[in-house]
Protein backbone atom coordinates (compact mmCIF):
# COMPACT_ATOMS: atom_id res chain seq x y z
CA UNK A 1 0.00 0.00 0.00
CA UNK A 2 2.59 2.20 0.94
CA UNK A 3 4.54 2.05 -2.55
CA UNK A 4 1.58 2.59 -4.45
CA UNK A 5 0.60 5.79 -2.62
CA UNK A 6 4.98 6.81 -3.14
CA UNK A 7 3.99 5.87 -6.75
CA UNK A 8 0.88 8.04 -6.85
CA UNK A 9 2.18 11.18 -5.11
CA UNK A 10 5.51 11.07 -7.14
CA UNK A 11 2.84 10.90 -10.50
CA UNK A 12 1.02 13.97 -9.10
CA UNK A 13 4.08 15.79 -8.30
CA UNK A 14 5.60 15.26 -12.12
CA UNK A 15 2.51 16.13 -13.43
CA UNK A 16 2.09 19.31 -11.16
CA UNK A 17 6.05 20.08 -12.84
CA UNK A 18 5.56 19.58 -15.69
CA UNK A 19 2.24 22.54 -15.59
CA UNK A 20 4.46 24.75 -14.02
CA UNK A 21 7.06 24.74 -16.26
CA UNK A 22 4.37 24.51 -18.85
CA UNK A 23 2.96 28.14 -17.08
CA UNK A 24 6.70 29.85 -16.79
CA UNK A 25 7.03 28.81 -20.43
CA UNK A 26 3.94 30.75 -21.91
CA UNK A 27 4.07 33.39 -18.97
CA UNK A 28 7.46 34.35 -20.79
CA UNK A 29 6.30 34.01 -24.32
CA UNK A 30 3.53 36.45 -23.22
CA UNK A 31 5.12 40.04 -23.66
CA UNK A 32 8.14 39.20 -26.14
CA UNK A 33 8.24 41.36 -29.19
CA UNK A 34 10.29 40.23 -32.75
CA UNK A 35 12.23 42.21 -34.15
CA UNK A 36 11.47 42.35 -38.25
CA UNK A 37 11.84 44.42 -41.18
CA UNK A 38 9.10 45.34 -43.53
CA UNK A 39 9.61 43.71 -46.80
CA UNK A 40 6.22 44.42 -48.51
CA UNK A 41 2.31 45.65 -47.65
CA UNK A 42 0.04 43.36 -49.15
CA UNK A 43 -2.91 45.15 -48.18
CA UNK A 44 -3.98 47.96 -45.02
CA UNK A 45 -3.87 45.42 -42.49
CA UNK A 46 -1.37 42.93 -44.19
CA UNK A 47 2.15 42.94 -44.50
CA UNK A 48 5.71 40.69 -45.78
CA UNK A 49 8.51 40.81 -43.41
CA UNK A 50 11.39 39.34 -42.82
CA UNK A 51 11.67 37.68 -39.57
CA UNK A 52 15.24 35.86 -38.66
CA UNK A 53 15.96 35.88 -42.26
CA UNK A 54 12.48 34.00 -43.07
CA UNK A 55 10.01 36.09 -44.89
CA UNK A 56 6.60 35.58 -43.50
CA UNK A 57 2.87 37.29 -44.25
CA UNK A 58 1.96 39.22 -41.13
CA UNK A 59 -1.76 39.80 -40.32
CA UNK A 60 -2.43 42.57 -37.95
CA UNK A 61 -4.81 41.61 -35.04
CA UNK A 62 -7.79 43.66 -34.22
CA UNK A 63 -8.29 45.57 -36.98
CA UNK A 64 -9.80 45.47 -40.07
CA UNK A 65 -9.37 47.56 -43.17
CA UNK A 66 -11.40 48.17 -46.58
CA UNK A 67 -10.21 45.78 -48.83
CA UNK A 68 -7.77 46.02 -52.48
CA UNK A 69 -7.21 42.78 -53.00
CA UNK A 70 -10.06 40.75 -52.29
CA UNK A 71 -11.04 38.01 -55.17
CA UNK A 72 -14.92 38.56 -54.60
CA UNK A 73 -14.65 42.01 -52.67
CA UNK A 74 -12.57 43.50 -55.32
CA UNK A 75 -11.87 47.67 -54.26
CA UNK A 76 -13.69 48.38 -51.19
CA UNK A 77 -14.02 52.56 -50.60
CA UNK A 78 -11.11 53.48 -48.45
CA UNK A 79 -8.86 50.30 -49.34
CA UNK A 80 -6.33 51.75 -51.51
CA UNK A 81 -5.81 54.95 -49.07
CA UNK A 82 -5.75 52.41 -45.93
CA UNK A 83 -2.99 50.22 -48.00
CA UNK A 84 -0.89 53.44 -49.24
CA UNK A 85 -0.83 54.39 -44.98
CA UNK A 86 0.28 51.55 -43.92
CA UNK A 87 2.85 51.17 -47.05
CA UNK A 88 4.12 54.87 -46.24
CA UNK A 89 4.32 53.78 -42.57
CA UNK A 90 6.28 50.45 -42.71
CA UNK A 91 7.93 50.02 -46.01
CA UNK A 92 11.10 49.55 -45.23
CA UNK A 93 11.02 50.21 -41.48
CA UNK A 94 12.18 47.81 -38.44
CA UNK A 95 8.93 46.33 -36.60
CA UNK A 96 8.29 44.95 -33.35
CA UNK A 97 5.62 41.94 -33.62
CA UNK A 98 3.75 41.17 -30.25
CA UNK A 99 1.91 37.77 -30.47
CA UNK A 100 -1.16 36.91 -28.80
CA UNK A 101 -2.30 33.66 -28.10
CA UNK A 102 -2.74 32.44 -31.42
CA UNK A 103 0.33 32.99 -33.47
CA UNK A 104 -1.15 32.21 -36.53
CA UNK A 105 -4.32 31.72 -38.87
CA UNK A 106 -6.05 29.26 -41.22
CA UNK A 107 -4.26 30.65 -43.90
CA UNK A 108 -1.18 30.31 -42.24
CA UNK A 109 -0.16 33.84 -41.48
CA UNK A 110 1.55 35.00 -38.25
CA UNK A 111 -1.19 37.36 -36.37
CA UNK A 112 0.09 40.18 -34.65
CA UNK A 113 0.33 43.34 -33.26
CA UNK A 114 2.60 45.23 -34.30
CA UNK A 115 4.83 48.19 -32.64
CA UNK A 116 6.23 50.83 -34.22
CA UNK A 117 9.08 51.04 -31.50
CA UNK A 118 9.94 48.17 -28.68
CA UNK A 119 7.82 48.68 -26.33
CA UNK A 120 8.67 49.69 -22.40
CA UNK A 121 5.53 50.32 -21.03
CA UNK A 122 1.68 49.38 -22.16
CA UNK A 123 -0.29 52.57 -21.29
CA UNK A 124 -3.00 54.34 -23.35
CA UNK A 125 -0.49 56.65 -24.71
CA UNK A 126 2.66 54.66 -25.86
CA UNK A 127 0.06 52.27 -27.72
CA UNK A 128 -1.76 55.34 -29.05
CA UNK A 129 1.47 56.39 -30.85
CA UNK A 130 3.60 53.43 -31.01
CA UNK A 131 1.03 50.46 -32.05
CA UNK A 132 0.49 50.44 -35.81
CA UNK A 133 -3.00 48.89 -35.34
CA UNK A 134 -4.21 51.43 -33.15
CA UNK A 135 -2.58 53.95 -35.24
CA UNK A 136 -5.21 52.57 -38.18
CA UNK A 137 -8.02 52.80 -35.97
CA UNK A 138 -7.12 56.43 -34.90
CA UNK A 139 -6.85 57.58 -38.20
CA UNK A 140 -10.25 56.17 -39.62
CA UNK A 141 -8.09 53.39 -41.77
CA UNK A 142 -9.67 50.70 -40.26
CA UNK A 143 -12.25 49.20 -37.96
CA UNK A 144 -12.46 46.94 -35.08
CA UNK A 145 -12.86 43.12 -36.03
CA UNK A 146 -11.95 40.74 -32.77
CA UNK A 147 -11.46 37.34 -33.44
CA UNK A 148 -11.55 34.94 -30.18
CA UNK A 149 -8.99 34.20 -28.13
CA UNK A 150 -6.89 37.26 -29.66
CA UNK A 151 -8.42 40.15 -27.52
CA UNK A 152 -5.44 41.27 -25.38
CA UNK A 153 -6.21 44.96 -26.86
CA UNK A 154 -9.78 44.87 -27.53
CA UNK A 155 -10.65 47.34 -24.91
CA UNK A 156 -8.60 50.36 -26.35
CA UNK A 157 -9.43 49.42 -29.85
CA UNK A 158 -12.69 50.01 -29.29
CA UNK A 159 -12.48 53.37 -27.59
CA UNK A 160 -10.26 54.12 -30.38
CA UNK A 161 -12.88 52.91 -33.14
CA UNK A 162 -15.47 55.34 -31.19
CA UNK A 163 -12.89 58.89 -31.17
CA UNK A 164 -12.34 58.27 -34.71
CA UNK A 165 -16.18 57.81 -35.56
CA UNK A 166 -16.80 60.49 -33.47
CA UNK A 167 -14.24 62.74 -35.25
CA UNK A 168 -15.06 61.60 -38.47
CA UNK A 169 -11.75 60.53 -39.66
CA UNK A 170 -11.00 58.31 -42.59
CA UNK A 171 -13.61 55.89 -44.04
CA UNK A 172 -15.96 57.09 -41.22
CA UNK A 173 -15.94 60.45 -42.83
CA UNK A 174 -17.33 58.52 -46.31
CA UNK A 175 -20.44 59.90 -47.72
CA UNK A 176 -21.44 56.46 -48.64
CA UNK A 177 -20.96 55.40 -44.04
CA UNK A 178 -22.61 59.24 -43.12
CA UNK A 179 -25.31 58.10 -45.35
CA UNK A 180 -26.18 54.79 -43.09
CA UNK A 181 -25.67 56.58 -40.00
CA UNK A 182 -28.74 58.83 -41.30
CA UNK A 183 -30.66 55.94 -41.61
CA UNK A 184 -30.89 54.57 -38.33
Not at 161 to 167: H, L, V, Y
Amino acid sequence: MARKRQKQTASVGSVLIVIVVALVLFFQSQGEYKKCYVVEVVDGDTLKVNLAGEEYKVRLIGVNTPETNHPVKHVEPYGPEAKAFTKKMLTGRTVYLEFDVQEKDKYGRLLAYVWLEKPTQITDEEIRTEMFNAILLLEGYAQVMTVQPNVKYVDYFLQYQREAIKSGKGLWGLVVYQKSKKKK
